[in-house]
């Protein structure tokens, strides 16, 4: 019976360490991109650890849904451990208390692999709660080959919204979709920060001012009015269409009809690339802009990113700091980028040429980040957000007019963030 006994704990224990599981939560977009690069972490741990066993719980949701059940998952499970987390999402996890901080200061690469602005992304009242994965930019990806037909220049270089409102124009009766973006609520932060906040930050105003919320800028409705000429007054799309992209998950359809030649221009992500490379002849089939300022100034985008942090509930967090620290570590930085196509944030993994030559269109949107813009860092920015995607919901499907809808975003961001928060623009 001893024997037995000796034999079993034996089994459970390697080099005096007890045998542990230890979860890892991140989001399942349907196209096995996040759990291929979960399985690889998971590899790479469980071989750094034996006898330790990484638990991969993804989680199927859009963007918006997986925002809402990691928070869940954080404020009632004590077994999920480890997480991918929005950046954008990351200020009001950590006012809530949902996730702990991370003594980066002990890990060497901390100090080696990021640069300060990167480090800041994830560092909160002087502690860090999250290590960087990636980062992104955002622009107009548009199909060459629709261009010429429609007589529009292939190469294009859109110099103001007049000139992306006139590609549109020209494209409408020629291809299902003149232009493609993210417009719904259900669409939740991609609405947010890849249509609206791209015409946004080419304005003269922002959302914020002196640390306030800002209400009734011009900017603001000029960019609600910039959806509203298209869809509304232009109606480049049909309904039937229309009600397609406002589908909470028809990124899918844009990932396989792009390539079809059925959307003239795609406003969106760096990380699109990854679909795009893998099309026959892909540098002759799809093009890709810089986003102009609405007075043809300049250009912008816009960048976020994802971050690996622990869950203040974890009882394992000494174990969830070495799994969130090999999930952001050389090789696993460098598996996240191969799966996703975003920009990474390691030094070292910026310069390995597996990284580099894997891209072009990464490569040509990594020139964006010089006029590139970030959310703002703020615990009620979610809220805030929720109304942006709503309000640009309502004006493209007629709803609200622009005026209408900025008005209303006005009064609930008055709410959301209570008096002596936000300041009137106009």
Known sequence: MKRAA?????????GSVVAQTVKFVGRDAGDGKMLAYMSQVKVLFEKAHPGTT????????TEQEYSNKSLLMMRTDSTADVFIIDSFILPSFVAAGYVAPLAAETWPDWHTQYSDAVKKGTTIDGRVYAIPLSTDTRGLFYNLAVFRKAGLPAPWAPKSWADVIDAARKLKGKVDYPLWINCSSGQGEATTVQTFEMLLSGTRDWLVKDGKWTVNAKGFADSLGFLEQLYIKDQILDRKRLATMLDAN?????????????????????????DWVKLPDYKNLIGVAPMPNQAGTGFTSMSGG???????????????FELAK????????????VANGDMVVREDVAADPGYAGSNSYRSAMSKYIEFTNFRPVNEVYPKVSQQIALAVEN??????????????????????AGPGFWIDAR
């Not at 090999?326 to 980028?337: I, K, R, T």
């Not at 709803?399 to 209303?408: G, N």
């Open 6 to 14: 000796a034999l079993v704990l034996g089994l459970l224990c390697v």
């Open 54 to 61: 990484v638990e991969l719980a993804p989680v199927e949701s």
């Open 250 to 274: 028809s990124w899918q359809l844009a990932n396989q009809i792009m390539g079809e030649g059925k959307i003239g221009i795609q406003l969106d992500g760096s990380w699109k690339g990854t």
């Open 306 to 320: 994802w971050t690996v942090g622990v869950s203040a509930l974890s009882k394992k967090h000494d174990l969830a």
């Open 326 to 337: 090999v999930a952001a570590g050389f090789e696993g930085d460098l598996a996240w980028a």
């Open 395 to 416: 004006v493209v499907t007629g709803k609200a007019s622009a005026a209408k809808a900025a008005d209303t975003y006005a009064a609930q961001v008055r709410r959301i």
